[in-house]
């Protein structure tokens, strides 16, 4: 006999998988406390993910544009009103960044809903997890599966969860945008004609063959960043190779959803780097649709954020957020 059998909506929690809890009726105590633990457990998430997004307010942040004119937030979705892309670039463990993603998320549907299809596109998933991604916002499987299968990164739970559940909430589709890592990892290993063994399934979650290059301003850039890696003939480092694929991907991923749905306006979220100066994805997004307006935003945490170093910030984003650095890290 049972006491009761509770059901996963009602306990909406990727901590449980509740779709077949049963309790036995001769201890109605024990059933009782069971429904307490679950709902002060709850409450306590709750409580933590509040105080988190509590800490954060206008005084962590400073909006710039491109020059290091004083800007805001507001002047960002009335730009991005105007682009077919934003790219919101952050550091991962940045807990502002990731708020004012979440807000510009938001104010994006509210803005534009009611006659664009407002879309969210995430580097944080791999494209051949896309089924299980459609899947759970289409509220067929639980998320605990969800997460179970879509490899989610350490973080999601923290950063990623409230723009994914927005999202389910209001209809709105979700791109797995990246490559998957193995075979990115395939390319730093063994150079970019590694890929064409893969099965045509396997390509398929891929940047169609061959993927661009990246420009010599990007391989400069990241060169300077990985210490000037290059092969001994001089030419880009398997490294980049690995690099220019992830950013080809994370744009064909966008620019397919573009040809869908054409007047989508997609909100994508990415590493900082791969956006920065207009380079890397979003560069590579320009080569698929020259035509196309996008909107860059890199967030970038310093110490003094509300000084704007020209030699450092100048041109890094059509906008830039600098986010306090004393605030928390979303994760160590």
């Given at each position: ?10 306990f ?9 809890i049963?309790v036995?009726r ?6 009782d406390?069971f429904?307490?633990?679950l709902?002060?457990?709850?409450i ?13 307010n206008?005084?962590n942040?400073r909006v ?11 002047q ?8 077919d ?8 463990d940045?807990a502002t960044?990731?708020?004012?993603q ?24 791999e ?5 299980v ?25 923290t ?11 209001n ?5 797995a ?11 730093s290993?063994?150079?970019?004609d ?11 979650w ?25 092969s ?5 480092s ?8 992830w ?5 064909f991923s966008?620019s397919e ?16 780097f ?14 698929l649709n020259?035509n196309?307006?996008?909107t860059?935003?890199?967030m ?11 030699a ?11 986010t ?9």
């Open positions: 006999m049972v006491c009761s059998i509770i059901k996963h909506n009602f909406h929690s990727s901590l449980f998988e509740t779709n077949n049963i036995n001769s201890h109605p105590t024990l059933c406390n429904m307490l633990k709902i002060l457990i709850l306590f998430i709750n409580l933590m993910n509040f105080t988190a997004s509590a800490q954060i206008d005084e942040f710039y544009d491109a020059k290091g004119n004083a800007a805001s937030l507001q960002i979705i009335e730009t991005i009103g105007k682009s892309v934003v790219f919101l670039g952050e550091n991962h940045d960044a990731h708020f004012l979440a807000e510009i998320f938001k104010k994006a549907f509210e803005n534009y809903a009611k006659n664009r299809k407002v879309t969210l596109s995430m580097e944080m998933f494209r051949d997890v896309q089924t991604v459609d899947e759970y916002l289409k509220d067929l499987i639980t998320e605990k599966k969800f997460l179970d299968d879509s490899r989610p990164w350490n973080n999601y739970q950063d990623y969860r409230p723009l994914m559940e927005f999202a389910k909430q209809s709105l589709p979700v791109i945008a990246n490559a998957p890592r193995r075979y990115v990892n395939m390319v290993r063994n150079g970019r590694s890929l064409n063994q893969l099965s045509t399934d396997a390509k398929s891929l940047a169609p063959l061959p993927y661009a290059a990246p420009s010599a301003e990007y391989a400069k850039k990241f060169n300077a960043l990985m210490g000037n890696l290059k001994e003939t001089n030419a880009p398997k490294i980049l190779e690995a690099q220019a694929l950013d080809a991907t994370m744009a966008i959803r573009l040809k869908k749905e054409k007047n989508a306006l997609v909100v994508h979220l990415n590493g900082s791969h956006t920065e100066n207009r380079l890397g994805t979003a560069e590579q997004f320009l080569k020259p196309a307006k996008i860059v935003v890199t970038r945490s310093e110490d003094d954020f509300t000084k704007f170093d020209r450092k910030h100048e041109n890094l984003g059509d906008f830039l957020i600098l306090d650095a004393k605030v928390p890290r979303s994760f160590k």
